[in-house]
């Protein structure tokens, strides 16, 4: 999501955006940003709508969530130069036009400065209201909204086009006439006189949780329009109208809708709570789920994309970790150690990886660690194989999983392609799943790790793919006709990803009691237990989606099949 350097925008080229918009497009959407991350947000967000690509056509710098990240009231009392440092902050992370809010202008002589540097910048449009400085805001209770002469209000605004050099930068004109209960007919006189002055446009502002009003009043701008002989942008803010439609928006003729402070909003609201659930546990670990990853931070802010140039040429490869010291009492030797074809399965495993540029392997051996003499990887012995379950093998080798690592069954086989796309997809835990599953699943007698995904997967066979879906449960005891996917046996862990499985397995080892998931104990868990977990805790475990490409040694049967495979 991150804005990288070459995607920065130059002051011009930005400034000319907005009027272009409005010019080929006839509506945009406006989102408030208030520092520079939250620009970088705004600026990248996108949804997939009924294959229909939305998302922000640019900014609002509003005073109002200026201020309160500041921890300052909307009073008018940040000085300009520590807006004018915001505004930077959200340009440099964004390449997007932005819309400043102007409050009441302050006095003519000031805003006269205050739009030569707005334009400097590149800012496309600046919005002032019609109210005595100093202004409180529009949608606080109980205030009175005192209103400026329109006459007064009409010279400022002439005297702001007055100095703009850009044909591109455009001038607001914000009637607060509904604000303060002049009614609808006081919004048009004042709309006629501010546009007759040289506004490029009317916001027309209401607190009223019914749209009527402003409907009321697009009605009569239309009128208004035709009798000036010109038709200037219409904008509105339905910060308290927000059952309102952007479609409904536009058939009553609005140009721009801005929502005006709801990122700041949805933060303050977060914070509050994330910092509640740290003073109600005592510690933070609840609160995990209601963050977002460090690395996603990370990311979003280049940070990763600066790490990633540093370490261009000393870039190592990831960490493979395979528990492999179950025993099964179909076969005499561990599974890991069946002969295919004259290489043990182990050793196949090695040659898959290690062409896939993977060299550092870890392989957890317990029952006949003896058996075990493929080179080329390091061992790490765990002697109470026979007292405790996979899950706690795989954490023989908690130390080795810094950084993030690959998790693989030690009985299967698999291709290339899956760990080399492994390698390339996105999210801090991914399981890798089988889609054909579907396609034979009535034939299978064997008791397999199924899969329900918060999306059901698409008819459409894919060889190989990363979809955008998660996982909601996984267990051997889902219904074979519910189930969407089969586990293969192998999963992806980033360095976040790592940290919340260490804290959960160390948590759950330390004081859990009773059944675990599908285990009897938590000392019989699965790795599939644990995943069940993460999930429940709120954590998000993506996707890989394969069709076929691997296969795993249940029986002395597929030792059989699988031969015939190789």
Known sequence: MELKLKGRILPNDRRSILKKLLINKGFVRILETHNGLSAIIANNIKENVRDEILEFD??????????????????????????????????????????????????????????????DMGVSMVIIEDKKFPKRNSLESGTIQDQEDPDVFATKIKRGKEVQISNDFMLIARIESLISGAGLKDAIYRAKKYLLAGADGIMIHSKNINPKEIFDFANEYEKLSKELGDRKPLVCVPTTYNTITEDELKDHGFNIVIYANHLLRAAHKAMKETASIILRNKRAFEAEAMCSPVKTVFKDVGFLDVKEKDMKYIKGTIKVIIPAAGADPEFEIPKAMTILKGKPVLQRQIETLKNCGISEIIVIRGFKKEEFNVDGVKYIN????????????????????????????????????????????????????????????????????????????????????????????????????MADYEFTGIAYFSEYGVEIIRRIYNECNLNHKGNFHEADSFNKASFIDLIQEVIDRGFRVDILEVHKGWFEIHTRKDVDVAEKLI
């Open 58 to 119: 640019g900014f609002w710098f509003s005073s109002f969530t200026d201020s309160a990240s500041k921890g300052y009231p909307d009073i008018e009392i940040i000085g300009v130069e520590s807006r004018y440092e915001t505004i930077r902050q959200v340009l440099n992370s964004s390449n997007k036009p932005i819309i400043i809010d102007g409050d009441t202008g302050g006095e003519a002589a000031k805003f006269e400065y205050f739009i030569r540097s707005l334009e």
């Open 382 to 481: 765990n002697e109470e194989y026979d007292k405790y379950y996979i899950l706690h093998s795989l954490f023989k080798a908690e130390e080795e999983m810094e950084g993030g690592f690959i998790f693989i069954y030690s009985d299967i086989l698999f291709n290339e392609k899956i760990i080399k796309n492994l390698l390339i997809s996105k999210g801090d835990i991914i399981l890798v799943l089988d889609n054909s599953y579907t396609y034979h699943k009535h034939k299978i007698d064997k008791n397999l790790e199924l899969i329900l995904t918060k999306n059901k997967p698409s008819e459409q066979t894919r060889d190989l793919y990363q979809v955008e879906n998660e996982i909601i449960r996984i267990g051997r005891t889902i219904n074979m006709d």
